[in-house]
């Protein structure tokens, strides 16, 4: 279903369920070249047990600007403000792929009231270390081709007109959702057209070119409390030894893989990735 949104401290945010017993919020942070509406799915599986928070990081979504500006200490700034002023003093993170870096940022800045990473399909350390150095294309053309593809779909903004065509299309389907989806065909259509209702921002390219001055491993390492990782079984970005290198980063208390899986969980499988987000970890 759709929800209304609201902007608060020039954050766009939706927010929906109950209060938590323990006083939580899970914080739902979206991936490159994305809006807060790629979570709607994942809402609608949340909302009946938990409070959930679902929001345009500045400069995506449609808080995007025409020049595209963008800065992670910036975003995080933004967002701990939006924390405050909505009176969300303890959260749970959950972010997709490389707003891996946003989340650590905000977890640094808030050991206390972030509880928690869950990181999906963030375990992006080759393709972390490929942006800053295009040349290791040469070594991996699959992921260079991946993380190529990651990019050049997050900048341009589509129609929802034609967002609605691709999805009427199986062929169209196929062409244009292979580097993301490990199915493009059995995604439902109104899911599909809702989640990237609001993609595409120029603050993507601006990422691209200053990939180089993001200190990704620095950014990570500095986070202090625990972290969850949530990874497609057909991710073509994150391979075993990414989990692993990420494990020797970050302290690590679970990986969950999700079967028949790619890069985007939220749209593929809203309701397992919503399942293992709240779910306690085993003793």
């Given at each position: 279903?759709?929800?209304p949104?609201?902007?608060e401290g020039?954050?766009?945010?939706?927010?929906?369920g109950p209060?938590?017993?323990?006083?939580?919020?899970?914080?739902?942070?979206?991936?490159?070249?994305?809006?807060?509406?790629?979570w709607?799915?994942v809402?609608?599986?949340?909302?009946?047990?938990?409070?959930?928070?679902?929001?345009?990081?500045?400069?995506?979504?449609?808080?995007?600007?025409?020049?595209?500006?963008?800065?992670?200490?910036?975003?995080?700034?933004?967002?701990?403000?939006?924390?405050?002023?909505?009176?969300?003093?303890?959260?749970?993170?959950?972010?997709?792929s490389?707003?891996?870096?946003?989340?650590?940022?905000?977890?640094?800045?808030?050991?206390?009231?972030?509880?928690?990473?869950?990181?999906?399909?963030?375990?992006?350390?080759?393709?972390?270390?490929?942006?800053?150095?295009?040349?290791?294309?040469?070594?991996?053309?699959?992921?260079g081709?991946?993380?190529?593809?990651?990019?050049?779909?997050?900048?341009?903004?589509?129609?929802?007109?034609?967002l609605t065509a691709?999805?009427?299309?199986?062929?169209?389907?196929?062409?244009?959702?292979?580097?993301?989806?490990?199915?493009?065909?059995?995604?439902?259509?109104?899911?599909?057209?809702e989640a990237?209702?609001?993609?595409?921002?120029?603050?993507?390219?601006?990422?691209?070119?200053?990939?180089h001055s993001?200190?990704?491993?620095?950014?990570?390492?500095?986070?202090?409390?625990?972290?969850?990782?949530v990874?497609?079984?057909?991710?073509?970005?994150?391979?075993?030894?990414?989990?692993?290198?990420?494990?020797?980063?970050?302290?690590?208390?679970?990986?969950?893989?999700?079967?028949?899986?790619?890069?985007?969980?939220?749209?593929?499988?809203?309701?397992e990735?919503a399942?293992?987000?709240?779910?306690?970890?085993?003793?």
């Amino acid at each position: 279903m759709r929800y209304p949104t609201r902007t608060e401290g020039g954050i766009r945010y939706l927010d929906a369920g109950p209060e938590s017993p323990t006083g939580v919020t899970h914080l739902l942070v979206h991936g490159l070249g994305g809006s807060l509406e790629q979570w709607t799915a994942v809402v609608d599986e949340l909302r009946p047990t938990t409070r959930v928070v679902a929001i345009d990081i500045p400069g995506f979504g449609h808080s995007r600007t025409r020049r595209g500006h963008f800065a992670v200490p910036d975003a995080v700034r933004d967002i701990s403000g939006f924390l405050d002023a909505r009176g969300i003093d303890r959260c749970v993170v959950v972010s997709h792929s490389i707003s891996c870096v946003v989340a650590a940022g905000l977890a640094a800045a808030r050991p206390a009231g972030v509880t928690k990473l869950v990181l999906v399909s963030g375990a992006l350390v080759r393709a972390s270390e490929l942006a800053q150095h295009p040349g290791l294309a040469l070594r991996d053309p699959a992921l260079g081709l991946a993380v190529a593809a990651q990019f050049a779909a997050g900048v341009v903004p589509v129609p929802r007109v034609l967002l609605t065509a691709l999805a009427a299309s199986r062929l169209l389907r196929t062409a244009t959702l292979w580097p993301f989806v490990a199915s493009p065909t059995g995604v439902p259509t109104e899911h599909l057209v809702e989640a990237l209702s609001g993609s595409g921002s120029l603050a993507v390219l601006r990422i691209l070119l200053s990939a180089h001055s993001i200190d990704h491993h620095r950014l990570l390492a500095a986070v202090e409390q625990p972290v969850e990782l949530v990874v497609g079984d057909r991710d073509r970005l994150i391979s075993p030894s990414d989990v692993a290198r990420l494990r020797a980063i970050m302290r690590v208390t679970r990986v969950s893989v999700i079967p028949d899986c790619g890069h985007w969980p939220w749209l593929e499988n809203p309701a397992e990735l919503a399942a293992l987000i709240t779910s306690p970890e085993r003793a």
